[in-house]
């Protein structure tokens, strides 16, 4: 597929690492950005996608980077006007964040990293484990530098791309309400999401990929980084806590500083099901994993009075990963967290399937409405070379991602949440399959109690406690 050139940049790119997120974004970068190869550099910590790149004419450096080496490896890459693409594991946001800005250079990534062990150390409590930690840490970093290079950070699809998803959602939701809405400032979208009475947003992904080889006795398989996944299935369970909450979970922690917008709970989040719908699949059991965008939308649609949050609705993700995948979770928990002896990406491999990845907005006049991206692995490959249906929803997000920094070179840290949504759908739609909206009168309360009597709050269905499967 021939692609509109976006922007020119004149300066260097740097991948660091090149996984299945780095060798699917390379062929977007050199479609849709204008610069040569042989100014793009890799640095990774395998030898994963070598032959692409030396395809491409990219150098490719095999070297892990850590705490102790980033900075000297990275001189010889990164100077003013550069941009740094961070999609590895286990290389820490903050440090490449700060290290990018006294060099002059703009950064991205699609989660923010600690250093390896980050996630896992056991000297850690379990609130300095969470997403909600390294979010404060990140938006630390904002005070005196409003103008320095542009940093946005967690802008995969989700987190990324699917904040962009919750403002056209709101927008069609209104639209069908008969209430005109253009909201440009943060605190009109919190002031339009409470006027709608949105209560409780789901990231709700339902991904049928299939493999033509079955998952193994003790393989880890997955249709993106399973060290990602591992990492953060294992942190505590976290969701943007709303304020029609009326059931405190018995398990659930408070922050004592930051935003306050959201809770953890004392498990792990491959350990946490949930209830949640998607149009092709219906109503399906998930997992909620932490993620950036449960604590970053929650925090952007708070209302807040004389200091209070006087409004927020309830985020969180709600993933039914691929079946082999969730086979793979339930051996993982089996075996105690302690990750398989091997692991697998499914990529080529791949026979069928779709990746269906919105967000469900619901609580409001008409129940629930969902918004997405339904991709199957066909229209993927078409599309772009080294993508499966999970990976393009990330890449051409990263791809948005930077096309907009690079419009916007001195913004600071930015969340998905910060940018122009227009801007970042109308890069990414065409690689998205079809965006689909579709309301439901499903609930978690639907079709309840059907074997035995449960203990659920009849009074409202989109409390937690009834979307939350015990
Ligand atoms: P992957 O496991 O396929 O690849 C990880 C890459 O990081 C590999 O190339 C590896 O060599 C490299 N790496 C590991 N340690 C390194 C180090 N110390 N120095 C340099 N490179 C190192 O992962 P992936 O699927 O490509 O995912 C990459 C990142 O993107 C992960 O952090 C993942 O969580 C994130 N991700 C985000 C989203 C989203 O939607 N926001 C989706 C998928 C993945």
């Avoid at 299945?20 to 970068?29: A, D, K, N, R, T």
């Avoid at 692995?377 to 791809?399: F, H």
Wanted: charged share 20%.
């Amino acid at each position: 597929m021939a692609g509109k050139v976006y922007i020119e940049f004149p300066a260097r790119i740097v991948l660091i690492g090149f996984g299945s997120i780095g060798q699917g974004v390379m062929p977007l970068i050199l479609r849709h950005i204008g610069i040569d190869p042989s100014r793009i550099s890799i640095i990774t910590a395998d030898d994963r996608g070598r032959s692409e790149a030396e395809q491409y004419g990219i150098k490719f450096i095999r070297e892990a980077l850590t705490r102790e080496n980033f900075r000297r490896i990275l001189d010889a890459n990164v100077g003013r006007g550069d941009f740094v693409l961070n999609v590895s594991v286990d290389v820490s946001s903050i440090a490449l964040v700060k290290y990018c800005w006294e060099r002059g250079a703009m950064y991205l990534d699609t989660c923010i990293e600690p250093w390896a062990g980050g996630y896992t150390s056991p000297t850690m409590t379990p609130a300095q484990r969470t997403n909600y930690a390294l979010r404060e840490a990140a938006l630390a970093l904002r005070s005196g530098q409003v103008r320095a290079p542009t940093a946005v950070i967690t802008h995969g699809a989700n987190p990324g791309l699917v904040s962009h998803f919750v403002k056209q959602a709101l927008v069609n939701i209104a639209g069908d309400l008969g209430i005109e809405a253009a909201p440009k400032s943060r605190t009109e979208w919190a002031k339009l999401a409470r006027q709608l009475g949105v209560t409780t947003i789901h990231i709700a992904e339902r991904d049928t990929q299939v493999s033509s080889r079955p998952k193994k006795v003790n393989e880890f398989v997955n249709t993106w980084s399973v060290d990602g996944f591992v990492g953060e299935g294992c942190q505590p369970a976290e969701l943007g806590w709303g304020t029609h909450e009326r059931n405190f979970p018995r398990d659930g922690k408070r922050h004592e500083s930051g935003c306050g917008a959201a809770i953890y709970l004392m498990q792990p989040g491959a350990a946490t099901r949930v209830r949640t719908w998607t149009p092709k699949a219906g109503h399906i059991m998930s997992f909620l994993i932490t993620h950036g965008e449960s604590i970053s939308i929650a925090d952007y649609l708070t209302v807040t009075e004389s200091m209070q949050p006087v409004y927020r609705p309830t985020v969180h993700y709600a993933y039914h990963p691929s079946d082999a995948a969730v086979l793979s979770v339930w051996e993982l928990q089996g075996r105690n967290w302690q990750i398989q002896d091997e692991t697998r990406i499914m990529m080529d491999d791949i026979v069928s399937g779709m990746d269906e990845l919105g967000v469900l907005i619901a609580g409001h006049k008409k129940n629930a409405y969902w918004y997405g991206s339904q991709l199957t692995v066909e229209e993927a490959r078409k599309l772009a070379p080294y993508n499966q249906a999970t990976s393009l929803q990330v890449t051409v997000s990263c791809l948005a991602g930077m096309v907009w920094a690079m419009e916007n070179p001195n913004s600071g840290l930015m969340e998905p949440d910060d940018l122009d949504y227009k801007r970042l759908l109308e890069i990414c739609t065409p690689y998205l399959g079809t965006l689909h909206g579709e309301y439901t009168d499903w609930t978690p309360l639907s079709d309840r109690e059907r074997v035995l009597p449960e203990d659920i709050d009849k009074s409202d269905p989109w409390q937690f406690k009834n979307v939350r499967v015990f």
